[in-house]
């Protein structure tokens, strides 16, 4: 016969795939009272045997036809639960990820050693720009490919933060495209190159307030006020504040800079939203949410930094500093890379 932690265990993974662990915990009484009492290591008695399958039949039938989040059907439900009884946990979304690594890693190789290209300023540059997009676009494909495990309105939650972080590599490949063409320091340049990245930070901040209220977190922090509020107070901050380093003119430079102000604000309030999502969740969950809170913290570094520039200098890629950028928005993307594997993961086991 079974030791008893086999059924323990097994009872207790299902009930951790559950969202709210507040509605199951009534379901979970009897098996609180059998674990207290049994010894692990031996076989359980015929009496608790079976109110253990009434427990696990109860917890399964909920996550099938009342789970929120997940998307679960009987059988792949049985089959996540054996998977994961089986140690089989990363199986699935750990070749993805070298995938993604794989691929972005020979396309920046490939790129960097194109003939025109005569420099190893060049090289690098370029090579790195497609690095961290490819990335950054691996990490979407990652979440992308996790949606059908999600109920209808979390998958339209991940669907917007797919396109917000798809649109977010993209936008970085400006930065090499810019240095080719050695247009890093027309005015215009400077103003419209955050522009695509202001959409991403929009949607991705759109998409993990749907993702944080559909766990029951409504307040002021999840609401838009926080962000108008302090984004009107650093626009005009950085309206008034003297630059004497610029050389474009000044309006384009002042919207450039605030413009930066609102990119940095949104990964700001998806941080603090993410922080209350995760004291909601059961410990399974937990993981993804602070591997996408991590994320945030780097687009946050990373956006300041490029703030700093626009108010400062005139050109995004036009000093030394700019490696610095580089190594900060690598890491930026393998934020992301990192949060798309873990969303991944958890959708599947």
């Known amino acids: 016969m079974r ?6 265990e097994r009872i207790a993974y299902t009930a951790s795939l559950a969202t709210r662990t507040e509605v199951i915990d009534s379901i979970l009484d009897p098996f609180r009272s059998i674990t207290v009492r049994s010894d692990p290591a031996l076989p359980l008695v015929p009496s608790d045997v079976a109110k253990l399958q009434v427990v696990q039949k109860k917890l399964e039938a909920y996550l099938v ?10 059988e792949s439900l049985k089959l996540q639960i054996e998977q994961h009884v089986q140690g089989g946990t990363d199986r699935k979304a750990r070749p993805q990820l070298w995938l993604v690594i794989a691929v972005s890693s020979l396309l920046a190789i490939a790129v960097a050693s194109l003939p025109y290209l005569h420099s190893i300023q060049q090289r690098g540059r370029v090579g790195g720009g497609l690095l961290f997009a490819a990335l950054t676009v691996g990490g979407a494909w990652l979440f992308f490919t996790a949606l059908p495990s999600f109920t209808s309105q979390l998958r339209r939650a991940f669907l917007i933060i797919c396109i917000a972080v798809t649109l977010l590599g993209l936008s970085l490949l400006q930065q090499p495209v810019i240095y080719l063409l050695q247009i890093q320091s027309e005015p215009l340049v400077n103003l419209f190159y955050p ?3 202001l959409v991403a930070a929009i949607l991705f901040h759109a998409g993990n307030l749907i993702y944080v209220r559909l766990l029951g977190i409504r307040n002021f922090w999840t609401s838009a006020k926080p962000v108008l509020i302090a984004g009107g107070v650093l626009s005009v901050f950085s309206w008034l504040l003297p630059h004497p380093a610029v050389i474009a003119p000044e309006p384009i430079h002042d919207l450039a800079a605030i413009t930066w102000v609102w990119i940095m604000l949104m990964p700001m309030a998806s941080a603090i939203v993410l922080q209350m999502a995760v004291r909601r969740l059961p410990e399974l969950y937990k993981p993804s949410i602070r591997a996408l809170t991590q994320s945030m913290f780097a687009i946050i570094a990373a956006t300041a930094y490029l703030y700093v520039l626009s108010m400062f200098t005139n050109a ?8 610095v950028l580089v190594v900060l928005v690598i890491i930026m993307g393998t934020s992301l890379l990192r949060a798309g594997y873990m969303f991944n993961k958890v959708s599947k086991y």
Request: aromatic share 14%; proline share 11%; hydrophobic share 35%.
């Open 316 to 323: 995004y890629v036009d000093s030394p500093l700019t490696y």
């Open 195 to 197: 522009m695509p990245i």
């Open 3 to 8: 030791p008893a932690s086999e059924t323990f």
């Open 65 to 74: 036809t009342k789970e929120e989040l997940r998307n679960f059907t009987a």
